[in-house]
């Protein structure tokens, strides 16, 4: 069994429990229903923009604990005001130490920011807490759905106002996507070994229809990086162990995107 494997069956689980505490309809009575939603595509795509989607995450499967005191507001405010396009916050708890908690004080903090639910969404009830919590933006993880589940998330999120990032590692889950997805991002890591290798978006980004934004993801860690991907077509690059292995995120946010 995968590491991938091993987290969908937790994350199963953890579905059926959140579905007996709360039920759709109270996800709906969210003030967060009622707010109009950033859209990351479109400020991907502002002139100027740095592209850098920044991630609060504190720790992972392959690394352990990364940040054990880093508090959501402060660190993604602190993005935001470095220049981060975007931000991306982990709300699995399980492997990822992340929480809705996280989500909510992201929110709090950055009203306008367009913020990514970091998750793995297997079931339509996750795209309503998504909305229910404060994101603009879903993941969904390619590998991990087939093609007419794919569509049917893509499909809710859309209902709801949602924007759809699909995270793919080759070149036949392309096959997957549907026009209505907004992003594609090609993760580096594969998530069956967790190796990193930024040539696996380079060596995608040509497959990859022109209809879809193009971001990175994963194993960025220098500006010359960004460089060769911004180059291959890509707008954005999602970061967060680069900035959250640091004592100061945020600084090191500013400093990366400086460099840029």
């Excluded at 399980?94 to 367009?114: I, T």
């Excluded at 913020?115 to 309503?128: A, C, H, S, T, V």
């Excluded at 500006?223 to 600084?251: C, V, W, Y």
């Amino acid at each position: 069994m995968t590491i991938l494997d091993e987290i969908n069956n937790h994350k199963r689980t953890e579905i059926a429990e959140a579905k007996s505490k709360v039920s759709l309809e109270q996800l709906k009575e969210s003030p967060y229903f009622k707010r109009k939603t950033n859209s990351l595509k479109g400020a991907l795509l502002a002139d100027g923009a740095s592209g850098v989607i920044a991630e609060f995450k504190t720790q992972s499967p392959s690394k352990g604990l990364i940040n054990g005191e880093a508090e959501a507001s402060e660190v993604t405010a602190a993005y935001v005001a470095a220049g981060a396009t975007g931000l991306s916050v982990l709300t699995d708890d399980r492997f990822f130490g992340g929480s809705f908690e996280d989500l909510a004080k992201a929110r709090w903090a950055n009203p306008q920011a367009p913020i990514l639910r970091k998750d793995f969404m297997l079931d339509p009830y996750q795209i309503y807490e998504a909305k229910a919590h404060g994101a603009d933006v879903i993941l969904l993880i390619a590998e991990s759905l087939s093609k007419s589940l794919l569509l049917e998330l893509t499909q809710t999120a859309k209902e709801i106002g949602l924007e759809v990032l699909v995270e793919v590692h080759s070149a036949e889950e392309l096959e997957k996507l549907n026009p209505q997805v907004d992003l594609v991002g090609v993760n580096n890591r594969n998530l069956k070994t967790f190796e990193v290798d930024v040539q696996t978006s380079i060596l995608l980004s040509e497959q990859i229809p022109a209809q879809f934004v193009k971001i990175s993801e994963s194993g960025l860690s220098d500006p010359e990086s960004i460089a060769q991907l911004r180059a291959a077509g890509f707008k954005g690059f999602l970061i967060g162990e680069t900035f959250m292995k640091t004592e100061d995120p945020g600084k090191a946010c500013a400093e990366f995107i400086q460099k840029l």
